[in-house]
């Protein structure tokens, strides 16, 4: 008997630890997607976070409203848990196909998964009491529950998101958590009725029915609520550790996307990376050494390979997978001639802001090509301590350059950029062009010393043989006009401060 009622107590610690383990990925989870489709990254994390810990105090307070059939309880839980864990990703992104309002379809999950977690755990601890005393039962019970959600954060960051990604972690986290309740049930239906030990295999089967169903359905079904959201045909989707990258096609066209926000079209990607790459490039006195931060899609690289002076390349992306993109995804080696082929680049994946901090190589040419500053990670690669690596990792007579969004769309943005850059002791030099498939968008160019207009305007590109970009069109590149806002009191973008992230949010993106 006592070897039994150990076995019975260690099968209840192994439901809480895989409790903690679906628990704290499925806060993950809900928070990848909130961030996805919603924005506002910290935003999302800390609220579903928030949102589900207040839920298991509340699941936890209403579980003193039952008094009896605990086990029936907590193994009803259990299997509800399951259900949900399974097709939280599922019913988000359908919803998120069919409506404008999945965000509250994240929350009412995030509020329900966090219901089942907090009756789960005072439900494992009465009925655990009859195993041991209550000193050690409540510090048991608890501590497997922490260690599950340790478990889960690792199996989240290392192998779930990159490997398994939205579509199939939510899967694998009810199977265990299925599979792991059934191993209860067996161990505890001495304390049920026959009667109610078959309506639970019956529920048990239509569970596992359910999970499997769901599991041989779930890339379509996922792929229909991206579609929804896409104009074009999607021929191409994958949730990396970094982003969700989608590529979408309407006839010979190519479009891609990164956290469903638009990077590029080969229909137009000449109009944005023409202007970018050669200004610098000709204004610089030297061109041996160039540094390409982003622009994982290779077609900055491309251009600046239309000089033959150039000696190396540098190219630094965050995303591997994107890299992977540029280097050996047939659309893309298409549109970048194959320039992650060229001996003279080297690809590197880190963190630019990493990178630069670790570099004491000097550039002749630095390109910054990443994407708007949508969220705080990103804000942090256009803060003024950002911006002063760049400058003490540029020659004396290099040349700058950042991309800096859409001075129309988001204006207080555009103007937080280049009064950052300004602060971080650069002379600016702003850019602006008409991107068919993305409207007015801007680059600021920065250097050491003040940049001639003139000086721009006699540049040549007739021997590059470009698509757009020539002589007559400089002039337009940098009239701005008035702005459209009051860009008075504009703040200073930092680390500490992210001020230009707030601008971006705050921008009339509802008319793009």
Known sequence: MKSSSKQKSSVLKIALLATGFSGIVAEYILSTLASYFIGNAILQFTLIVSIMLFSMGLGSRISKAFSTHIVLYFILSELTLSLLVSFSAIIAYIIFGVTNNSWIVIYLLSIAIGLLIGLEIPF????????????????????????????????????????????????????????????????????????????????????????????????????????????????????????????????????????????????DEYLYHEPMVHSVMNLSDARNNILVLGGGDGCAVREILKYDDVKKITLVDLDPEMIELGKSNAIFNAINENAFQNEKVQLISKDAFTFLENSDVTYDVIIVDLPDPNNVDLNKLYTKEFYKLCYLRLSDKGVFITQSGSPYYATKAFYCINKTLETASFHTLPLRNQILTLGEWSWIIGSKDPISLDDFNKMSFESKNLKWLNKEALPGLTAFGKPLIDTTGIEVNTIFSPTLYRYYQQGNWDLY
Do not use: M
Not at 125 to 149: H, M, Q
């Open 124 to 267: 494992a601890t009465r009925i655990n009491n009859e195993f041991e005393e209550l000193r050690v039962n409540i510090s048991n019970i608890l501590e497997k529950d922490y260690y599950g959600s340790l478990l889960g954060g690792l199996f989240f960051a290392f192998v779930g998101l990159p490997y398994l990604g939205l579509t199939y972690t939510p899967f694998v986290l009810g199977i265990i958590n299925f599979g792991i309740s059934f191993w209860l049930f067996y161990e505890l239906k001495y304390k049920l009725t026959q009667g109610v030990q078959k309506t639970l295999h019956i529920l048990y089967a239509i569970t596992a029915i359910a999970i499997l169903s769901g599991l041989y359905f779930a890339k379509p079904l996922v792929l229909f609520g991206e579609q929804s959201k896409y104009k074009d045909k999607i021929i191409y989707s994958k949730q990396t550790k970094y982003q969700k990258i989608v590529i979408t096609s309407w006839n010979e066209w190519y479009s891609l996307y990164i956290n469903g926000n638009q990077q590029l079209s080969t229909f």
